[in-house]
C-alpha cells in the first residue's frame, strides 16, 4: 500500500535522553521514551511498554489491581528514594510497596509483552491502556486507529489523503475536499502549515503534504481513494504492528484472517489453557483437532508475535500472548470450522480465529 513521505520518520525510535526532556518534561530515571509516527510510548529503561488501568481514574494515586491482577500486570516499582518529578508522582500500594503514577494514574507493565516494543496489552479487558502521548493535530484532525496503521481521519472518522495542493483543480475537487483550516488557524509545532488555495481556501498541510478527504468514502476508515483515479496516498503515521514475513490474509465469511503460507485459517487459544482442558477440550481432544503453529529454531519475536518451547522443545508461534494453532477439519483456504471450537457453557472463548482486524492498535492518548 502506498504511504505518503513523511511516513519514513514513524521508523525513528529514541529512548531516555536529552530528546526526551523535550518531548515531555522531567520524568523518573526507570522510564524512556519510544518515539512512533504518531506520538511516543513510555517504557521501561529497557523498552517494555507501560500501561494505565481505567477504573483506576476513580480513585486517584490508588491502585485497584492488587493480588491476582499485579501477577499479570506488575506495578513500576519505584523506592523510598525517589520523589517526585514532573507528572509523575510516587504511590504507596495496598501491601505498602512504592509504585510510580503519571498524572495522579499508576503505571504497570505486562508479563506476556515478551520483548521490547510489544504492546500485547493494549485494551486488554477493555481497561488497559498503553501510556501513550500523541503529536498534536488541529481541532478537525483526529488520529485514529486502521487496517493500515495510526492514521489521519477527520472528525467524523473519514480518512484522511496526503498529495500536492497544486494537483487538485476544479475537477479534482468534485471528488476531492480539501481538510480546511479555520481563518483564525495558526501552524502547528512546525509539522503543521497552512496552505493558502487559489479558490481561496486555507488547506492543512503536514510534512509539506496537502490533507483532503475522498467523497467515494462512505465509512470510517474507508480507503476507497486509494484506487480512485489520481488518487493520494493515505496519512498513515505509523505501521501496524509487525507480522511474520510467512504470514498471509485469507478471505473468509467471518471476514479477512490471518493465515498459513498456504492459506490455512490461524487460530489462538483465547481462554486460559487449565479451564478449557477441564471443562471443553483436554488432552486428547487437543491432539484430535490441532496443530500447533510450529516457528524454526532460534525464531525471534516480531510485532506481538513471540513464541513459547513445548514439552519436545517444539517452538511454537504465540500471538497477543496467546498459542496459535491450525485447525485439523480444515480442508481448504476460508474454511473456520475451528472458530469458537472449545467454547462451554462454562467457558467463554476456547479458540478464535485469528482476525486481520486485530491488528487495529487503538492507541489512547
Known amino acids: 500500500m502506498r504511504k505518503s513521505a513523511f511516513l519514513n520518520l514513524a521508523a525513528v525510535c529514541a529512548f531516555a535522553g536529552s530528546a526526551v526532556a523535550a518531548v515531555d518534561g522531567p520524568h523518573p530515571e526507570v522510564v524512556g521514551i519510544k518515539e512512533i509516527g504518531s506520538g511516543h510510548l513510555f517504557v521501561t529503561a529497557d523498552g517494555m511498554s507501560l500501561y494505565t488501568h481505567k477504573n483506576d481514574a476513580t480513585q486517584p494515586g490508588t491502585s485497584v489491581c492488587v493480588e491476582e491482577c499485579e501477577e499479570?500486570?506488575?506495578?513500576?516499582?519505584?523506592?523510598?528514594a525517589d520523589s517526585a518529578i514532573g507528572d509523575w508522582s510516587v504511590?504507596?500500594?495496598?501491601?505498602?510497596?512504592?509504585?510510580?503514577?503519571?498524572?495522579?494514574?499508576?503505571?504497570?507493565?505486562?508479563?506476556?509483552?515478551?520483548?521490547?516494543?510489544?504492546?500485547?496489552?493494549?485494551?486488554?479487558?477493555?481497561?488497559w491502556d498503553v501510556l501513550y502521548r500523541p503529536i498534536d493535530t488541529p481541532p478537525n484532525v483526529q488520529i485514529t486507529a486502521a487496517v493500515q496503521g495510526q492514521i489521519f481521519a477527520d472528525l467524523r472518522g473519514h480518512t484522511i489523503y496526503a498529495g500536492p495542493s497544486k494537483n487538485c483543480d476544479a475537477s479534482c475537487l468534485k471528488d476531492w475536499q480539501p481538510v480546511e483550516a479555520p481563518w483564525a488557524a495558526r501552524p502547528i509545532n512546525g509539522d503543521w502549515s497552512i496552505v493558502q488555495r487559489d479558490d481561496g481556501v486555507r488547506q492543512w498541510a503536514f510534512k509539506g503534504d496537502s490533507l483532503y478527504t475522498y467523497s467515494g468514502d462512505f465509512n470510517p476508515t474507508d480507503t476507497n481513494g486509494i484506487s480512485a483515479q489520481g488518487g493520494w496516498d493515505v496519512a498513515v503515521l505509523e505501521d501496524p504492528p509487525a507480522v511474520p514475513?510467512?504470514?498471509?490474509?485469507?478471505?473468509?465469511?467471518?471476514?479477512?484472517?490471518?493465515?498459513?503460507?498456504?492459506?490455512?485459517?490461524?487460530?489462538?487459544?483465547?481462554?486460559?489453557?487449565?479451564?478449557?482442558?477441564?471443562?471443553?477440550?483436554?488432552?486428547?481432544?487437543?491432539?484430535k483437532n490441532w496443530n500447533p503453529a510450529v516457528a524454526e529454531p532460534g525464531t525471534q519475536p516480531i510485532g506481538n508475535w513471540s513464541t513459547r518451547a513445548l514439552a519436545d522443545g517444539t517452538l511454537q508461534w504465540m500471538y497477543l500472548g496467546l498459542p496459535v494453532y491450525t485447525f485439523k477439519r480444515d480442508r481448504m483456504p476460508g474454511d473456520t470450522y475451528g472458530d469458537k471450537f472449545g467454547t462451554g457453557s462454562e467457558i467463554r472463548g476456547g479458540w478464535g480465529a485469528i482476525l486481520e482486524e486485530t491488528l487495529v492498535q487503538k492507541l489512547s492518548g
Open 72 to 80: 499479570l500486570w506488575p506495578p513500576l516499582s519505584a523506592s523510598s
Open 245 to 287: 514475513d510467512w504470514i498471509t490474509i485469507q478471505e473468509t465469511d467471518l471476514g479477512p484472517v490471518m493465515a498459513t503460507p498456504d492459506r490455512m485459517t490461524l487460530y489462538y487459544l483465547v481462554t486460559d489453557w487449565e479451564k478449557v482442558r477441564a471443562t471443553t477440550c483436554d488432552e486428547a481432544c487437543v491432539e
Open 91 to 127: 504511590i504507596t500500594r495496598q501491601d505498602g510497596s512504592l509504585q510510580w503514577a503519571y498524572q495522579d494514574k499508576p503505571v504497570y507493565t505486562y508479563v506476556r509483552d515478551s520483548h521490547a516494543g510489544a504492546i500485547i496489552g493494549e485494551k486488554a479487558g477493555g481497561v
